[in-house]
């Protein structure tokens, strides 16, 4: 898996070294998260922040947001453009960095379909302990009923390597399992249409709420 990870991150490295990438509109999944479940939570830790623009959203709103990537060109682009910002260019499955601090959200969208199963677990488990009491998990993530499984070269189960990206895709009831069995209990989970459509595409993704009592 060492090696297909650090092709993924040249493969991002060269995603954000586009000129044309600048930050946009934050996502549905970011406005969605902000309004509904933030609350009076203040720290969010985001796991895989890539361009930033969700990880600005939230803290223009006056949260404390660590954003984190592990694309140095994306975090370079950041830290150059936003010095106000805290931005760190990091493993965030599993960083002692960012998991021997507390939070009271951590945000991961297009994130977890992007690592392995084996760091999908370890992501939960740091996660965990790392969130404060009441501190909730925020997931959004590619489902098996994506138009693109199945496509290119199989790597893994569920998991295909198609146009030079790693995908793995997601089985809702499975995921809940992995949340559970780490301590989580669930607030929501839905898998859907109308999530993050784009460019006339409107793929079924899986979004998750899990909680930490």
């Given at each position: 898996?060492e090696?297909?990870?650090?092709?993924?991150?040249?493969?991002?490295?060269?995603?954000?070294r586009?000129p044309?990438l600048e930050i946009?509109?934050?996502?549905?999944?970011?406005e969605y998260?902000?309004?509904?479940?933030?609350?009076?939570?203040?720290?969010?830790l985001?796991?895989?922040?890539?361009?930033?623009?969700?990880?600005?959203?939230?803290?223009?709103?006056?949260?404390?947001?660590?954003?984190?990537?592990?694309s140095?060109?994306?975090i370079?682009?950041l830290?150059?453009?936003y010095l106000?910002?805290?931005?760190?260019?990091?493993d965030?499955?599993?960083?002692?960095?960012?998991?021997?601090?507390s939070?009271?959200?951590?945000?991961?969208?297009?994130s977890i379909?992007?690592i392995?199963?084996?760091?999908?677990?370890m992501?939960y488990?740091?996660?965990f302990?790392?969130?404060?009491n009441d501190g909730l998990f925020c997931?959004?993530?590619?489902?098996?009923?994506?138009e693109l499984?199945?496509?290119?070269e199989?790597?893994?189960?569920?998991a295909?390597r198609?146009?030079s990206?790693?995908?793995?895709?997601?089985k809702l009831?499975?995921l809940?399992?992995?949340?559970?069995?780490?301590?989580?209990?669930?607030?929501?989970?839905?898998e859907?249409?109308?999530?993050?459509p784009?460019?006339?595409?409107?793929?079924e993704i899986?979004?998750v709420?899990?909680w930490k009592?």
């Amino acid at each position: 898996m060492e090696k297909e990870f650090n092709e993924e991150r040249e493969y991002w490295d060269e995603f954000y070294r586009s000129p044309h990438l600048e930050i946009r509109e934050p996502t549905r999944f970011a406005e969605y998260v902000y309004h509904k479940w933030v609350g009076k939570r203040k720290t969010v830790l985001e796991c895989g922040c890539g361009n930033g623009r969700d990880s600005l959203y939230f803290s223009k709103h006056g949260l404390d947001v660590t954003g984190t990537d592990t694309s140095a060109i994306a975090i370079e682009k950041l830290r150059l453009g936003y010095l106000e910002y805290k931005f760190l260019c990091t493993d965030f499955v599993d960083s002692e960095t960012i998991y021997s601090r507390s939070y009271d959200l951590c945000y991961s969208r297009f994130s977890i379909h992007a690592i392995s199963l084996e760091q999908e677990r370890m992501l939960y488990r740091n996660v965990f302990r790392s969130l404060n009491n009441d501190g909730l998990f925020c997931i959004e993530a590619r489902s098996i009923h994506d138009e693109l499984y199945g496509k290119g070269e199989k790597v893994a189960e569920d998991a295909y390597r198609y146009d030079s990206h790693y995908r793995r895709f997601l089985k809702l009831d499975d995921l809940l399992v992995r949340l559970l069995q780490v301590g989580f209990s669930i607030k929501y989970a839905e898998e859907n249409k109308g999530f993050a459509p784009l460019n006339g595409d409107d793929p079924e993704i899986i979004r998750v709420v899990a909680w930490k009592v």
